[in-house]
């Protein structure tokens, strides 16, 4: 690196700039869609394991662990290349991503959310059942709404691994950060300027979930 001469104007131009705005775009799009697919995924197969539910408690069992276990760049090139074979149409780069980043979102939402409902005391739902409430209602209005609360930090960290994970799409050539980053090296041929860039970028969008994440785990803490 002796004698490397930086030059840090190539990241300053209109169409870097431009490329960085579409993709931050991206990143957003499909880390919130991600988290919200996955948040629904996960509740369900939560409610299955922890009420042993019967097919669903099976079926959400293999599902985190398949997507638990396996890496999520295999579970990525799969959706894309092999699910419009065996569906027999073909699906988009971006909904291949928001597929692959949902389901192995939810193989964690699920624990997690497992986690918060086991949390609440047995003495709430044996309240609920003097109440008269069923276990669908106590279900739906009680334990719940607790455990949302109980594990929204959690959750929040959640939607920062997806953020940073989604630079992992670029390998199916949808243009989020990483992807407009590497058209720009072959553009400009100054990777190191171009990449660092790209690191000060992923850590402006993540640094202030990362706070945000900080009150919640101080503001939801469990007596």
Do not use: C
Not at 7 to 21: K, M, N, Q, R
Not at 100 to 107: D, K, P
Not at 200 to 209: C, E, G, K, S
Request: aromatic share 12%.
């Amino acid at each position: 690196m002796n004698g490397y001469t930086w030059h840090w104007e190539v990241i300053w131009t209109a169409d870097f700039l431009s490329l960085v705005l579409a993709g931050v775009k991206y990143v957003i799009l499909v880390s919130a869609a991600a988290l919200t697919i996955g948040s629904a995924l996960g509740l369900v197969a939560a409610v299955g394991r922890t009420y042993r539910i019967p097919i669903v408690n099976q079926a959400a069992y293999l599902y985190v662990d398949f997507f638990r276990t396996t890496p999520l760049l295999v579970q990525l090139i799969w959706i894309f290349y092999v699910l419009p074979i065996i569906l027999g149409f073909s699906l988009s780069a971006v909904t291949s991503g928001i597929i692959a980043l949902s389901l192995n979102a939810g193989a964690y939402l699920s624990e997690i959310f497992r986690a918060g409902l086991v949390s609440i005391g047995r003495g709430q739902r044996d309240a609920a059942h003097v109440l008269g409430l069923s276990s669908r209602q106590t279900l739906r209005y009680i334990l719940v709404p607790q455990a949302l609360r109980r594990v929204l930090p959690a959750t929040a960290n959640v939607f920062i691994t997806l953020v940073k994970e989604s630079s992992i799409l670029s390998v199916i050539a949808i243009p989020e950060l990483t992807y407009a980053a590497q058209n720009y090296v072959t553009t400009t041929f100054r990777p190191l300027e171009v990449y660092t860039a790209l690191a000060v970028l992923y850590f402006l969008l993540t640094y202030p979930l990362s706070v945000i994440t900080t009150y919640l785990e101080r503001r939801f803490v469990v007596p």
